[in-house]
Nanobody, 117 residues
Framework: EVQLVESGGGLVQAGGSLRLSCVASGFTFDDYCVAWFRQAPGKEREGVSYISDNEGTTYYADSVKGRFIISSNARNTADLQMDSLTPEDTAVYFC???????????WGRGTQVTVSS
């Protein structure tokens, strides 16, 4: 079965850190762009960061630049290290894997991140 499973979410105080992990089963990240999105209550889902395994290219939204780091083992795990968290980072975080051909696109079910002030 092909799936993505996120883990590592939780409750943390402002200024704290969390490390999210995304594990793929049934496929590997070869030729995929792996991204993290988040969706806060009442807001649209937004892109947070992505990594292209083939080139190692990374992208960060301005709101997380300098605080979050995305990494991948280029096989089936992609992590998002989140430091200096603020209440504005509170959201459900989703992992996405999109094949570079545009053919397949997988989503995880999400993991809740809550940052208290």
């Amino acid at each position: 079965e092909v799936q993505l499973v996120e883990s590592g979410g939780g409750l943390v105080q402002a200024g704290g850190s969390l490390r999210l992990s995304c594990v793929a089963s049934g496929f590997t990240f070869d030729d995929y762009c792996v991204a993290w999105f988040r969706q806060a209550p009442g807001k649209e889902r937004e892109g947070v960061s992505y990594i292209s395994d083939n080139e190692g290219t990374t992208y960060y939204a301005d709101s997380v630049k300098g605080r979050f780091i995305i990494s991948s083992n280029a096989r089936n795990t992609a992590d998002l290290q989140m430091d200096s968290l603020t209440p504005e980072d509170t959201a459900v975080y989703f992992c996405n894997a999109a094949h570079r051909s545009g053919g397949t696109n997988y989503w995880g079910r999400g993991t809740q991140v809550t940052v208290s002030s």
